[in-house]
């Protein structure tokens, strides 16, 4: 017990000095007295014997303060050139530093601004939020100069913090339909570059393959090119409970994943494993390798490491130091990232739960092609691990997660097979593309036709205001209780596991 509860001391510890400073700033030097008193904790536990209680205090607080202390240097490292600007027109030169993001009607960039024309050109820093008209359109590494008014982000909407949402990525300002001129042309990273302009080229040979909103789901599915699709359509594959499917997120990696495994099984199970790794990381080189294809990523690559071991416990804490190692990365994303903490309950939810719900459901059958009590357990494993912070977040119930689920999960994976044989064979030859375009509609037009059915029909969700916060920690010290009062399976080198992760 004990080679476990100083790992859990120090993360703790670190995460709550993270979340505490992340709500109350009471300055740099308040940090270096919390790790003080730590230190003066630590030697009080020496001078009395070294009892184990006082020393895992003096261990809490310290890493406390370490946590603090990160978050304070995340936020020195921000660069305020431009903060004297702030209510301004400005003309601005600045680099398109992300891949743009096309939805709602608009463009949105994000700007890693470069200078300041006055009368003399100046030096600044720091990134941009613009949002501009759809046309003409702008990519990753485009030099722009943009003129318009200088504004720092506000809050729009109860209940969501879009201040914080782009502090989390280094966005400290915004422009609002400036006039935008172009200055030059493929000024960002070489392979950056052209891993979107493979992503651009695999969507067009979807596009010219598949009528919408098929081709749109099958760009989702596989390349998280969801923006597409509309927000009515995104609307109803939320009230369906089926959002992640569209987003990249951990399920679509581990299938490819298990495509790497499946078909290098024969050279052993370390083998196919590691490979399988490679797989995703690549794929996630290839479709740009942002915040949440990292997150996504991580969470993929842990459930493999659980797969291949078989030991539940070494995976949990695979997963805890991914959580750590990207919250020291970047501070914010412990609390202002949504997507995150998703992701990890997801996770942790399915490392824990999964295996329990899947003992209690002996009478539904596992075939081989249509593993029912495997889709049925994950998808509870993952709905139940979420819904507190759904419910808090958004408020939204969907009451036809699980019909839906079961429908459409076990094709999926041929989906995404069947949508990236049309993309990569759409690129030699439209004829030689067809059987697999003819699957991938039949397959698309299903899962389309599952979600307009049940995201129609009256009661399908519930949406509850004002959720309190303190329904998320008493929701997950029941489930806790719940883990650790249940008669649990002892997983077995050849059990597998299962993820969906909700963006």
Not at 179 to 197: A, H, P
Not at 222 to 251: C, M, Q, T, W
Not at 395 to 400: E, K, M, P, Q, T
């Amino acid at each position: 017990m004990r080679n476990f509860l100083w790992p859990a001391v120090v993360v703790g510890g670190f995460g709550a000095g993270v979340f505490w400073r992340s709500f109350i700033d009471l300055g740099f030097s308040f940090s270096v007295f919390v790790i003080v008193v730590a230190v003066a904790l630590f030697l009080l536990s020496r001078q009395r014997g070294r009892p184990w209680i006082v020393f895992g205090i003096s261990l809490f607080v310290g890493f406390a303060g370490i946590g603090m202390m990160r978050f304070d240097l995340a936020d020195a490292r921000v660069p305020l050139s431009l903060e004297a600007s702030v209510g301004d027109e400005v003309r601005l030169v600045g680099m398109v530093a992300r891949e743009p993001d096309q939805s709602g009607g608009t463009t949105k960039l994000i700007v890693r601004a470069e200078a300041l024309i006055h009368e003399a050109k100046s030096t600044v820093a720091g990134n941009v939020y613009i949002s501009v008209t759809p046309y003409p359109r702008y990519e990753y590494g485009d030099r722009l100069i943009i003129e318009g008014e200088l504004k720092k982000p506000e809050n729009f909407a109860e209940g969501f913090d879009w201040v914080a949402y782009l502090a989390k990525e280094n966005i400290r300002y915004q422009m609002f339909q400036p006039q935008v001129e172009l200055l030059s042309k493929g000024q960002g990273n070489v392979i950056v570059s052209t891993l979107f302009r493979l992503k651009q080229t695999l969507l067009l040979s979807i596009r010219r393959a598949l009528p919408e909103p098929h081709a749109s789901l099958a760009g989702g599915l596989i390349l998280g090119a969801k923006e597409d699709l509309g927000d009515p359509l995104l609307d109803r594959f939320r009230i369906a409970g089926i959002i992640h499917i569209v987003v990249l997120s951990g399920y679509n990696l581990t299938i490819i994943a298990d495509t790497v495994l499946s078909l290098l099984r024969f050279l052993g199970r370390r083998i196919s494993m590691s490979l399988g790794a490679i797989g995703i990381v690549l794929f996630a080189i290839m479709v740009g390798g942002g915040a949440t294809v990292v997150r996504a990523t991580i969470m993929a690559i842990i459930v493999l490491l659980a797969r291949s071991t078989g030991r539940v416990y070494e995976a949990t804490w695979a997963l805890v130091l991914a959580g750590l190692m990207m919250v020291a990365w970047n501070p914010r994303v412990l609390v202002f990232d949504v997507g995150f903490q998703l992701s990890f309950v997801a996770t942790l939810g399915l490392l824990f739960l999964q295996p329990i719900i899947t003992r209690k459901l002996v009478l539904l059958p596992n075939w081989k092609y249509l593993p029912v009590r495997d889709v049925v357990s994950t998808t509870l494993a993952a709905q139940i691990a979420v819904f507190p912070l759904i419910l808090y977040y958004m408020g939204d119930i969907s009451l036809v997660a699980l019909p839906v689920n079961f429908l459409i999960l076990p094709l999926i994976p041929y989906t995404m097979l069947a949508a990236f044989l049309v993309a990569v064979l759409g690129l030699v030859s439209s004829m030689l593309a067809f059987p697999f375009t003819s699957i991938a509609y039949v397959l698309l037009a299903f899962s389309l036709g599952v979600v307009y059915f049940f995201s129609s029909l009256p009661l399908t969700s519930l949406h509850i205001n004002a959720v309190s916060f303190w329904i998320v920690p008493t929701s997950y010290s029941l489930l806790l209780l719940l883990f650790l009062y249940s008669e649990r399976p002892s997983p077995g080198p050849g059990d597998d596991y299962a993820i969906v992760v909700v963006e």
